[in-house]
């Protein structure tokens, strides 16, 4: 569809003038002769630009312009005039016009504006857009799950989004920790502002240090130019420390001073920068177990679990599983044999692995529906096969447990193909490297 254009002016000739040449571009261009007759227009009509002139009888420009914004229509509008004067450029770029031309003009000057202008008004719709997907996608009747475990995160996530208190979320790998941490952000009165994560465990100590505090021209090799971090980026809105157990005690401290004080200097800075943002946390180690050790300081824990969540893994709640996969897959199809396999399987990377084997399925398949050889070995194998010494580990240790399986898993899968590295790595699912890393990790040999 050809962009449509509102071409607002009292003289009959500059109607014309003007609707041939943005006509000849392949512009849909609708004219009227003043503010009044535009504004009632608009009020039926969309637009993807509007170029007015100033002096008209009844409503004139600036008054529509003013009017349009008033009644939150975002339209870019183009102010062309013959009464040019430095205070009327100042008052309509203060009324949010797009672009301020003097008569007589150029047509190749007026066809430039109108082309930025469209495109700057097709930008901001696809921002909009994408904003509100993504509020769409967090906000609490996305997130999936009946299971009561599930419900009670929920109910806890719609209570504690309007307050202004540090959360800790904790979990293991794979269960959705950032979602939630996404659904309190985008169901908060900070919603409105940036909400910027960052996994404490995959920078080293000095990126980290200049990733959330920001870094100053020179301070270290490679800053060749000042960098603002998180924190100021992240000002009036959320900052999410995923894996935060893994933060060293230096910048663990560094932290700290910033939720005591909600101030900071950046790396190799001397200006205090003062920011108001909300800290969600999140973790799969048990902190409490780490502050014994000395490895995670006893004030700072108490100052990010003001509130705590704990999200349980898939294993326990089954029940949802189906649910879960039926939203992963959409449209497609899946028999009940493959379904019965996801369900009676453990899930040690949760969700999220969850998710992946769906993925691989729905690129895989090649019938109808997803069949059972569509999902990798290991489901079927894992699925149909629980040693009793398994499941008495996992009651103490989830993460023995599960090496003794992963251990068993590749032995038996090995065996299958008669000690052939890559025709195992295919029926377990995953790539040769992948296999063979796993096999030094128990030390299997071939």
């Not at 909400?195 to 060749?224: R, V, Y």
Request: aromatic share 6%; glycine share 6%.
């Amino acid at each position: 569809m050809n962009p449509k254009i509102l071409v607002v002016d009292d003289e009959l000739n500059m109607q014309k003038a003007l609707s041939g040449i943005l006509h000849q571009q392949g512009y849909d261009v609708k004219v009227c002769g003043d503010g009044k007759e535009a504004i009632e227009i608009l009020d039926t009509e969309q637009f993807n630009l509007i170029i007015t002139d100033i002096k008209m009888p009844r409503v004139d420009g600036m008054t529509m312009l003013s009017t349009v914004r008033k009644k939150n229509k975002e339209i870019p509008v183009i102010i062309v005039t013959g009464h040019a004067t430095v205070d009327s450029a100042i008052d309509a770029v203060k009324l949010g016009a797009y672009d301020y031309i003097r008569k007589p003009y150029m047509p190749e000057e007026i066809l430039l504006s109108a082309r930025r202008a469209i495109e700057h008004e097709k930008l901001v719709n696809e921002n909009l857009y994408l904003h509100d997907q993504l509020k769409e996608k967090f906000r609490l009747k996305g997130l999936i799950g009946n299971n009561k475990k599930m419900q009670d995160v929920y109910q806890l996530v719609q209570k504690v989004s309007k307050a202004n208190a540090s959360i800790l979320i904790r979990g293991e790998s794979g269960t959705g920790k950032e979602l939630i941490a996404n659904a309190i952000h985008y169901n908060s009165p900070r919603k409105k502002n940036k909400f910027l994560a960052i996994n404490c465990g995959a920078l080293p100590e000095n990126l980290l240090e200049s990733e959330l505090f920001g870094h100053e021209k020179g301070a270290f090799t490679g800053a060749i130019s000042s960098r603002k971090g998180i924190f100021e980026s992240a000002d009036k809105g959320t900052i999410f420390l995923d894996e935060i157990g893994d933060l060293s005690l230096i910048t663990q401290m560094k932290l700290l001073r910033v939720l005591q004080d909600g101030e900071f200097r950046g790396v190799g800075g001397v200006r205090q920068i003062k920011v108001d943002v909300r800290i969600i946390s999140a973790t799969n180690r048990d902190l409490e177990d780490r502050i014994k050790e000395g490895l995670f300081r006893e004030d700072l824990y108490y100052r990010i679990n003001v509130i705590a969540i704990d999200l349980p893994p898939l294993r326990e709640r089954k029940d949802d599983i189906a649910l879960l996969v039926k939203h992963f897959l959409a449209s497609k199809r899946i028999s009940s044999e493959a379904m019965n396999l996801l369900i009676n399987f453990d899930w040690p990377g949760n969700v999220r692995e969850l998710e992946n084997v769906i993925e691989r399925a729905v690129t895989l398949q090649e019938g109808a529906c997803i069949l059972p050889k569509d999902l990798p070995e290991y489901i079927s194998v894992g699925a149909g096969f629980a040693p009793a010494r398994i499941k008495t580990i996992a009651r103490e240790n989830f993460h023995e447990a599960r090496t003794v399986f992963e251990s068993d898993f590749l032995i038996n899968t090995l065996k299958k193909a008669n000690g052939n590295i890559s025709l195992a790595s295919k029926k377990a699912g995953i790539s040769r490297r992948h296999f063979y890393e796993k096999m030094k990790i128990y030390g299997i040999k071939r």
